[in-house]
């Protein structure tokens, strides 16, 4: 599937999750219910995925970050349940894409109205 296509489908199954559960629960529920929503979706997903941290060539953690998802090995889901999205959460979301060598994030933030207000996506 295509990338595009594919974060499509991400965010599709987000707006359904967030539907049917609304704003304000803890990060892990709509983690565990998008595992779920994408795998009836027939997409490979990977959650709780560990991404150490390399530094000059040398491996100084091996789990120095985790990734909420791991979607098709391509694209990275952050998932926020917050107010609002702080600068610090993007800067997170390029990291992560950066180490562990993906073209494209998802920040998707759970605790809004509407949940399109809460989509960012970060490209690396």
Do not use: W
């Amino acid at each position: 599937m295509e990338i595009n296509q594919l974060s499509y489908e991400v965010i599709k199954a987000a707006m359904t999750v967030h539907r049917e559960l609304g704003p304000g629960l803890l990060e892990s529920v709509y983690q565990a219910c998008m595992k779920i929503e994408l795998e009836r979706m027939n997409i490979r997903v990977k959650p709780e995925v560990a991404l150490p941290v390399v530094y000059r060539g040398e491996e100084i953690h091996q789990e120095g970050f985790r990734l909420d998802l791991l979607v098709e090995e391509t694209i990275i889901v952050e998932l926020k349940s917050v107010e609002k999205i702080q600068p610090v959460h993007k800067k997170q979301l390029l990291t992560y894409l950066r180490l562990a060598k993906k073209p494209l994030g998802l920040l998707i933030n759970f605790n809004e109205v509407v949940l399109k207000d809460g989509v960012t996506r970060i490209i690396n």
